[in-house]
């Protein structure tokens, strides 16, 4: 049968989805009621097994699945009933709930979701065993008092396969618009060109490599520079592997908005020529949320309330009206049909072809989505964007760090309200004191071992605060102690991932300590969560050195591997290397001056917009000061820290193509304005780069170093020089941007001309000029200008 027309769901999902109605509420729920649900689920599962008697027995856990031909769809149902009772000639579905409200207020229409489910098994199950009737039974056990109350209601047959039969034909509402849609999608997918009248130089090689990686269902990764049309040629034979049955979902990955918006304008591009498909933006909650609080509960927001009753038609409508779903589509939709914007787009993406994220939600052992990865194995193709990028955030994603200060703060907090949660703080407090004393005379140290001596503390504390936080939201001191919570539970959930690529770094100050656990090198970790497609494309205008990332990505000498060069023509880029220079920490103040006259003369050369790129904060400042005193009359601007948006956008704004007067930008290297951004043409003349890029030197960057070295050899370089070199090539990275550009690099430093950072250089710097002073940078800039 046509993939089309297979559907297979569980009966949680089938009867959710469906029935689902009344208010979203995501305040505080307990993770560890969950486990003590398990518990209790495990624990009347076994007391039922031990009283089963003859005439009377019980079987916990049984798998049922059901097959049907429906209206053209062929339709599998399955799950896990709780347990399947017999007594005598009864056969009895069980329903096991765990609860924390009092029994005494539920009652049989406590949830009519909880019969939906027992009757879907009880259908099953008579169907299969050609029954005329089945009970079915709800049981309710109180977690507190181990109380348990039951419901029990006995059907027909009839009546079972009336209900079971009604359920699946609202769903296939549903189903039928999917099953439509994807012959639809596939028609246009077949019929699509590529969206531009040519392929650019290397962008046909590119598109096939990536085809052929999804067919094969495997790994690539390349390096496109700026220019090649890396998201169109990813994204366009991926859409075509869709159309052909060889994926299910396409997650395009990014870590920086402004990419998420090419992927977007790629959609439109293919749109224009044809191509009908479902793309979906996911936007972090805190940005795409009305209210000025992340509050889910229907006490405080409009869109929480009720938002289950309207979110079903909210879908059918923007899936039938809308194929690109951007923020501000999603954010109109949700205002029209008052829904909460972040979970209607959550659940868009179960219905989007393809979904535009940030890395999180895919890598991210605590925020992943799990509607989707679950289960490994998925039939999904995974697009990572700016792929240098995901190094440093995987090492954030798989690690957690826990402050001395935060447990006292809130224990003062909390005494009086409840001993219990401060005893329990007052554990933990002790316990980094004594190992704040194990790093006496030391700033730092750096353990092998996990600490495990804490895990017990943090759990005990966890457990504690669960029933408090439940049932004092309006008191003062939750907030505190629910971020607490959770950093508790972070530290925890990592904790399971602690291994030999992981370090316990502990820091100190006289009144801190700060515990983490530290993940070295992420490259099992996301090994394993790449597994959870069938196919994965690393991607960057900068992955230097090749090898180097694909090993620190979890790729192997069996994935793909490629390097494309630039389209450019060399001669629009005129690249100047000043190895005369020192810019290591001990020789910086001995060269502002001289810095300061080489930037002089490169931006007097030709009237434009210039960006200057330092190692750090405090090197630009010394540097523009002395620049403001000699070149008052020239037009300059600063990066600030920590710009808001607004004031990033007004930054990029003063880069006009049309300027009347010369601009000089001051910005920090590896910072907001050295990568991502894409000022076309006139509107950025040159760049200079002071310095290697080098990170600065910390402890956690020389535990980084020492990890690598003892590992393969390359502490260094895979501390030091791999990351600061890409840095580099992402600031120069912002002069050519179209096949019209040209532009001047000017690199300063004398370690550009190192044997080790020249074999870093890419195919189209290798015609650089070495400069040795202002009136060589005059000499050769009159040439390349004239």
Known sequence: MDKNNEIKISVRNLVEFVLRSGDLDLRFISAGRAVEGTRAHQKIQKQLEQEAVPGKEYKPEVWLTHNIEYQGFSLTVEGRADGIMTENEDVIIDEIKTTTKPLALIDEAYNPLHWAQAQCYAYIFAHQNHMDHMDVQLTYYQLDTEKIKNFRKRLSFAALRDFFYDLVDQYFVWANLTREWNIQRNASVKNTDFPFASYRKGQRELAVAVYRTLTQQKKIFVQAPTGIGKTISTLFPAVKAMGEGLTAKIFYLTAKTITRQVAEEAFIKMAEKGLRFKALTLTAKDKICFKEESNCTPEYCEFAKGHFDRVNEAIMTIVKKEDLMTRKVIEQYAQQYGVC??????????????????????????????????????????????????????????????????????????????????????????????????????????????????????????????????????????????????????????????????????????????????????????????????????????????????????GGEEDYTMRLSSPFDRKNLCLLVAHNISTKY???????????????????????????????????????????????????????????????????????????????????????????????????????IVGVGLPQICAERDIIKNYFEDKNGLGYEYAYMYPGMNKVLQAAGRVIRTETDRGVVLLIDERFMYNHYRNLFPGEWLSYLRIKDTHDIGRCLKAFWK
Not at 341 to 352: C, G, K, Q, R
Not at 413 to 432: G, H, Q, S, T, Y
Not at 484 to 497: C, G, N, S, T, V
């Open 586 to 688: 001990k020789d910086r103040e001995s060269s502002y001056d001289q810095i300061v006259e080489y930037i002089a003369e490169l931006v007097l050369q030709k009237k434009g917009n210039y960006l200057i790129f330092f190692p750090s904060y405090k090197y630009m400042h010394e540097v523009y000061e002395r620049f403001s005193d000699r070149h008052g009359d020239m037009n300059t601007i600063v990066q600030s820290f920590s710009m808001a948006e607004h004031e990033r956008e007004a930054f990029l704004e003063q880069f006009r193509p049309d300027a009347a007067e010369t601009l000089v930008g001051f910005a920090v290297l590896g910072g907001i304005f050295s990568e991502g951004i894409d000022l076309k043409g006139h509107r950025l003349s040159g760049a200079v």
């Open 341 to 554: 914007p972040f979970e209607f787009s959550l659940d868009l993406a179960l219905w989007a072809d393809g979904v535009i994220c940030d890395y999180n939600y895919v890598f991210d052992p605590r925020v992943y989505l799990k509607r989707f990865f679950e289960d490994r194995n998925g039939e999904y193709t995974f697009l990572i964007d700016e792929a240098h990028n995901l190094v440093d955030r995987a090492r954030e994603m798989f690690s957690a760090d826990i402050y001395k200060s935060s447990f006292l703060a809130v224990k003062r907090m909390i005494k009086e309200k409840n001993p219990k949660i401060a005893k329990a703080l007052n554990k933990i407090n002790r316990w980094m004191l004594e190992t704040k004393k194990e790093c006496e005379g030391e700033k730092a140290c750096v353990r092998l071992q996990e600490p495990k001596e804490i895990y017990p503390l943090l759990r005990k504390f966890i457990k504690e605060s669960e029933e408090w936080l439940a049932g004092n939201e309006k008191t003062d001191g939750h907030a505190e102690l629910l971020e607490l919570y959770f950093k508790a539970m972070a530290f925890i959930k990592i904790a399971e991932l602690y291994d030999e690529r992981y370090v316990t770094h502990i820091e100190k100050s006289s009144k801190e300590l700060k515990i983490k656990l530290y993940c070295l090198d992420p490259s099992y970790l996301l090994k394993e969560a790449v597994k959870r497609g069938k196919s994965a494309v690393f991607f960057s205008a900068t992955l230097t050195p090749l090898n180097y990332f694909r090993e620190i990505l979890g």
